[in-house]
């Protein structure tokens, strides 16, 4: 379990993506909490420190685009320089550059792949 020093918060309104990416994240020893909406994203990052954020961007309320890019506007230094990581059914390029243009610093495509998100997680927070 090299990652267990993490904690994620997942941000997606679908149960079934919720239950894969949270068991994906346990089996390499992530924690995380699961949010609905990216209203309910910012409130728990006001309220609890996590080491990055896996969301979707299409969901009820204020979707994931939004949500980054309000994260990104905070004051609070810790928490906008955040990684946060999109996971959408979409690949195309066009689509990958709207969510960096937005703030995420990567995409996820799902379904979520674990050796997808070991390499990324290997990139941001193992030190080499």
Known sequence: MKFNHLKAL?????????????????????????????TEAIKKLSSEPFDFIIMDISMPEQDGIDAARWIRDLDDDKRKDIPIFALTSYSTKEHTQEIIDAGFNAHLVKPLQLENLVALLEKYFLKK
Do not use: H, M, P, W
């Open 10 to 38: 997942v941000v997606d309104d679908d149960e079934a993506v919720q239950l894969i990416v949270n068991n994906r994240l346990n089996s390499i020893g992530v924690k995380s909490t699961i949010v609905s909406t990216g």
